[in-house]
C-alpha cells in the first residue's frame, strides 16, 4: 500500500471518529470500516495500525484496537491538512464540470496536468472510480462516466426526489432501521455542533446522501433505492460546485435532525411531509445560488 493511501485512509478513520462523535474505548472494527471506506480489510488494518503509533488509538487487550484519547484532541481541520490530495480531487471534478477536461484522459496527461505521481494519481483515481464518477479502460486510460452538469436536469433530479422521496416513507413495508438512523443521527448533530464549518463538501454530500439513502432503504422498495443512488451518483460534482454555503447546509442538516426524530417516534406522516418540505427548500435555495453564478 502506497504512503499515500495509507495517510488517506488514517485520516478518514479519524474523520469517521469525530463525525460520529465515537468515545474513548469504542472498538475500530477493520471489517466496518473497510465496507464504509469502500476498500479491503489489509490497507484498513494498516492504517490502524500507524494511528495506534502516532497515539492515536489503543490496543485492545483481545485483539483489534479502539479509540484512544488521542484521537478526540484532533479537530477535523487538522485532519483535512493531512490530506493534500483533496484539493486536486476537488480540482479534477471543477475542472471536469467546467468542460476543461476531455471525456477520456490518460494518466500521464492527468499526472503532467496536476503535477501528481503515479502513486499520488493512483490514489485519487481510486476514490474517484469507487464514488463511481470516472472508470478505467484498458491500459492507463480513463473515462468519465455520465455526469450532471446541466442546470435543468438538476432541477429536474429534485423534482424527481420530491416524488419519490416522500412517497418511500409511506410505503406499506417501510420499517425503521433503528441503528441505522442513530449512526446519521451522530454525523449530523456533529456537523450542526460545528463541523460543517471544517469538513470538506465531499464530506458534507457524503454524510447527507448516507441519510437519504438510510432512510430510501427503510422504504424495503428496492426500485425507490436503486434510483436514488443512481442520482446521488450523477449529481455529485455538481454539489460539490454547490455546497459552498455553509449556512444554508447548516440549515439542511438542522432539518435532518428533526426528520430522523419523526422517524424515529414512527410519525411517518408527519415525517414524508417534512421530507417534501426539506427537499422542496432545498431545491429553491441552490437553483437561487445557481441563478447568481
Known sequence: MSQTLQTQLAADILLRISAHAMPVGARLSERALAEALRVSRSPVRTALRQLAKQALIDPHPDGG???GKGALKIKPAEIASETPDEEIYLRIAQERLDGRLPHRISENE??????????QLADILRRISTEGWMERLPGHGWEF??????????AQAYRYRMLVEPAAILEPDFTVDEAGLRQCLKEQQALVKGEIDRVSPAQIFDANTRLH????????????????RRINRIRRLMEYRKAVDRKQALRRCEEHLVLIDLLLANKLERASRMMATHLGAAAREKQSVESRR
Open 65 to 67: 484496537f479502539v479509540v
Open 110 to 119: 492527468l499526472m503532467r496536468r496536476y503535477d501528481v505521481t503515479r502513486s
Open 145 to 154: 462516466t455520465e455526469a450532471m452538469t446541466s442546470a435543468a436536469a438538476y
Open 213 to 228: 439513502e438510510t432512510i430510501a432503504a427503510c422504504s424495503g422498495n428496492t426500485f425507490i433505492l436503486d434510483s436514488l
